[in-house]
T-cell receptor, first 112, second 112 residues
Framework: EADIYQTPRYLVIGTGKKITLECSQT?????MYWYQQDPGMELHLIHY???????EKGDLSSESTVSRIRTEHFPLTLESARPSHTSQYLC???????????FGEGSRLTVL | TQLLEQSPQFLSIQEGENLTVYCNSS?????LQWYRQEPGEGPVLLVT?????EVKKLKRLTFQFGDARKDSSLHITAAQPGDTGLYLC????????????FGGGTRVLVKP
């Protein structure tokens, strides 16, 4: 069982609100990722980090930002949410070597 | 055009039937992973294949890595409703800095 946790699981908010999606892992993995996924559809990489104080934008442009102050914590922030941000956000960390990804259960965001 | 093309995009079959999902690319991968994602959850790793021509079996699931390490297939024998989910392949390329690239996914529905 993967030790990676996301909160909240579900969030419904109004347009213009600031939100932070939390992601924590207890496996000591250096590499962490945020993916955006519409239900049943492909994963889009929006942010990744290879260690503390390292963050990079992914393949899909996103208005969100991330930070990596501690190895185990990789939060994602939207300063001003819009309906176009409605989606599922998946956090993952990666084991070295074979590169297996461990995913959290996801945060499903709905912006009204 | 995606680097990893999965086909079909959607598959609906009756319990007991067999199915095959394909993952194709023109690029060479050092390894390839298959994940399954159930509704409302994050993807979970099923298998990693590393060697060209490699075949791995996981109960009723058979995974094959192409000889040239550019493609892979997943075959399910006697599918059960519990096999329903989104199947994702992901390839690791050393030439791209060990970046993991996901295919678009195949949604499988097994009806009882």
């Amino acid at each position: 069982e993967a030790d990676i946790y996301q909160t909240p699981r579900y969030l419904v908010i109004g347009t213009g609100k600031k939100i932070t999606l939390e992601c924590s892992q207890t496996m000591g993995h250096d590499k962490m990722y945020w993916y955006q996924q519409d239900p049943g559809m492909e994963l889009h990489l929006i942010h990744y980090s290879y260690g503390v104080n390292s963050t990079e934008k992914g393949d899909l442009s996103s208005e969100s930002t991330v930070s990596r102050i501690r190895t185990e914590h990789f939060p994602l922030t939207l300063e001003s949410a819009r309906p176009s941000h409605t989606s599922q956000y998946l956090c993952a960390s990666r084991r070295g070597g074979t590169g297996e990804l461990f995913f959290g259960e996801g945060s499903r965001l709905t912006v009204l | 055009t995606q680097l990893l093309e999965q086909s079909p995009q959607f598959l609906s079959i009756q319990e007991g039937e067999n199915l095959t999902v394909y993952c194709n690319s023109s690029s060479v991968f050092s390894s390839l992973q298959w994940y399954r994602q159930e509704p409302g959850e994050g993807p979970v790793l099923l298998v990693t294949v590393v060697t060209g021509g490699e075949v791995k079996k996981l109960k009723r699931l058979t995974f094959q890595f192409g000889d040239a390490r550019k493609d892979s297939s997943l075959h399910i024998t006697a599918a059960q409703p519990g096999d329903t989910g989104l199947y994702l392949c992901a390839g690791l390329r050393k030439a791209a800095g060990n970046k993991l690239t996901f295919g678009g996914g195949t949604r499988v529905l097994v009806k009882p």
